[in-house]
């Protein structure tokens, strides 16, 4: 018999050792960090901001310099420059929201919550 099943942190013998209580905490701590930044670098406010600011920019940029033949195709309206300016104040108006209300994932103690709800009352098993 394999002395490595009789150690105590080792019990199913595959060489894993189970973390202590200090350990555990540390790592639950480091995932929830991971899983906040996840969360804010995901975020559909930050996606679609930086893609209305970068389209924006190449809109404004090229209805700055349209020329008169393509003023005149949009009866006298610099229509790139406006639809640019327009695109680009969206885009920032979404990452400055991003930035002032930021994404905060649930804690362990609201995730708990959701899942029993209301304590089960209102299944249709819980009665």
Known sequence: MSDTHERPDDPDGRGHRIPDTGELAQQIEELERKS?????????????????VA??????????????????????????????????ALGLFFLVWQLLRPVRPPSGEE?????????????????
Do not use: C, H
């Open 55 to 88: 389209y924006g920019l190449i809109l404004a940029i090229t209805g700055a310099f349209d020329s008169d033949a393509e003023i005149a195709k949009a009866e006298d309206v610099r229509i790139n420059l406006w639809t640019g300016l327009g695109m680009l």
């Open 111 to 127: 995730l708990a919550e959701a899942i029993d709800g209301d304590g089960g009352q209102d299944r249709p098993d819980a009665r």
């Open 36 to 52: 906040a930044t996840a969360s804010r670098l995901f975020d559909v406010r930050r996606l679609i901001g930086g893609l209305f």
